[in-house]
């Protein structure tokens, strides 16, 4: 009884997990990464469009990015949302075919900065966690006062949900120590 409430927290964890590596996909690292221009919405043709939908991106090397709009009509509205994005800070450019831009190399002081917000999403992916645990403790704690557990089966679930938030956070902590020796590698 006590088995399948435990269990349905972890997918509820996978996902704070997908969630947090999606976020850290989108950190600019001073490495060419398609993430970081997938979440770019481009107003074209009087409606917002995720960037993905109406061209191709592809990293051709190390430091640049190349996106390779469907319709050539739409190269203005990519290059203009392009700039406009406050984090990415980069200027395009287009020979008539294709849109490219490169990735400079980080300064020591923006790579700390980077760690820092970091920091916080991985801060938000813990406190995801805990949002989870504090469910799955609650519903425990429902069906113990309805006497539908015992308390050891209520101790036991505690038990075993506490195990699984470890594994969690030691998997938050590898994928953050990973991030970070990616972010300070020069």
């Given at each position: 009884m006590?088995?399948?409430?435990v269990?349905?927290?972890?997918?509820?964890?996978?996902?704070?997990?997908?969630?947090?590596?999606?976020?850290?996909?989108?950190?600019?690292?001073?490495?060419?990464?398609?993430?970081?221009?997938?979440?770019?919405?481009?107003?074209?043709?009087?409606?917002?469009?995720?960037?993905?939908?109406?061209?191709?991106?592809?990293?051709?090397?190390?430091?640049?990015?190349?996106?390779?709009?469907?319709?050539?009509?739409?190269?203005?509205?990519?290059?203009?949302?392009?700039?406009?994005?406050?984090?990415?800070?980069?200027?395009?450019?287009?020979?008539?075919?294709v849109?490219?831009f490169?990735?400079?190399?980080?300064?020591?002081?923006?790579?700390?900065?980077?760690?820092k917000?970091?920091?916080?999403?991985?801060?938000?992916?813990?406190?995801?966690?805990?949002?989870?645990?504090?469910?799955?403790?609650?519903?425990?704690?429902?069906?113990?006062?309805?006497?539908?557990?015992?308390?050891?089966?209520?101790?036991f679930?505690?038990?075993?949900?506490?195990?699984?938030?470890?594994?969690?956070h030691?998997?938050?902590?590898?994928?953050?120590?990973?991030?970070?020796?990616?972010?300070?590698?020069i």
């Amino acid at each position: 009884m006590i088995r399948p409430i435990v269990d349905s927290a972890t997918p509820k964890m996978e996902k704070a997990i997908e969630h947090l590596q999606g976020e850290l996909n989108s950190l600019r690292t001073g490495r060419a990464s398609a993430a970081l221009v997938d979440g770019i919405m481009v107003e074209y043709f009087d409606a917002m469009q995720p960037l993905k939908a109406i061209a191709s991106i592809s990293t051709p090397d190390a430091r640049t990015i190349a996106i390779t709009p469907w319709d050539k009509g739409a190269m203005t509205a990519i290059e203009k949302a392009i700039r406009e994005t406050q984090s990415l800070g980069l200027t395009p450019s287009n020979d008539g075919q294709v849109i490219r831009f490169s990735i400079p190399p980080l300064t020591e002081e923006r790579r700390r900065e980077i760690v820092k917000s970091l920091g916080s999403k991985i801060e938000d992916c813990r406190i995801s966690l805990r949002n989870v645990r504090q469910d799955t403790l609650r519903e425990v704690k429902r069906l113990e006062k309805d006497k539908q557990v015992t308390q050891d089966d209520a101790k036991f679930a505690e038990a075993e949900l506490n195990k699984k938030i470890d594994q969690f956070h030691k998997r938050i902590e590898e994928i953050e120590a990973a991030k970070t020796a990616e972010i300070m590698a020069i």
